[in-house]
């Protein structure tokens, strides 16, 4: 008879009775009673807003102009729906400024109030124009930007980094209307809170021997997030 005496590994991995009778005997008891409702957990965080887009339509159909120098002196102040506003006449070095002072004609041309920030992504425009009078040579370009006011006096900035250029006119080539379309995207142009912008239209002239005028229709769309 043997001595020896089991080791502690031994007697650990030796099953129980309890273990073998319910492994031969793996009858379920009854369910129990279910438990009480839990207190409900802290609630989630708000997900942050996502940016409301706008896209402004506007239109015009009025005269236009540039000077012997080839600046714009007759420009638009594009419309939200029929616009009977005309044209707003520039004094010599006025486009090249940046600045135009809508107060000192009297009036309120069209522009559109910002409830809040944002930025402008894109201009889509369309023209419509006769340049009837363009010499051979002569180079005229139809454009339209956006425009902001910050101040109570209607005086307002032009931001010439949202210029869009429709194909340009060239002297001698046009018996009639031609239309003309551009788009001008992937803007980056911060609108602030309470600002009126308007969108501008007019023709320039890289290569003229005189001045011109014409009656344009335009209309288009600014995106705006």
């Avoid at 006769?130 to 005086?155: H, K, M, Q, W």
């Avoid at 032009?158 to 803007?187: H, Q």
Wanted: with cysteine; charged share 15%.
């Amino acid at each position: 008879m043997s001595d020896k005496k089991p080791n502690r590994r031994d007697v650990e991995d030796t099953p129980s009775n309890q273990d073998i009778f319910a492994l031969m005997c793996p009858i379920r008891g009854p369910r129990g009673l279910r438990g009480p409702r839990g207190l409900p957990g802290p609630a989630a965080f708000p997900a942050p807003a996502s940016p409301a887009a706008q896209i402004i339509p506007f239109a015009a159909n009025a005269q236009v102009g540039f000077d012997a120098l080839g600046e714009p002196n007759e420009i638009l102040f594009c419309g939200f729906g029929q616009n009977n506003w005309g044209y707003l006449g520039l004094q010599p070095g006025v486009w090249t400024s940046g600045v135009i002072n809508q107060s000192m004609v009297g009036e309120i041309g069209p522009a559109f109030f910002m409830p809040r920030d944002g930025i402008l992504r894109s201009i889509q425009a369309i023209f419509s124009v006769n340049p009837y009078g363009l010499a051979a040579g002569e180079i005229a370009r139809p454009f339209v930007c956006a425009a902001v006011s910050y101040t109570d006096d209607l005086v307002y900035t032009i931001l010439k980094d949202t210029l869009i250029f429709v194909e340009p006119l060239l002297g001698d080539e046009y018996a009639g209307r031609v239309i003309r379309k551009a788009v001008l995207s992937n803007l980056d142009m911060q609108l602030r809170k309470d600002g009126l912008v308007g969108i501008v239209a007019g023709v320039m002239s890289e290569v003229t021997i005189s001045a011109h005028k014409w009656i344009v229709a335009v209309a288009g769309t600014a995106y705006i997030e």
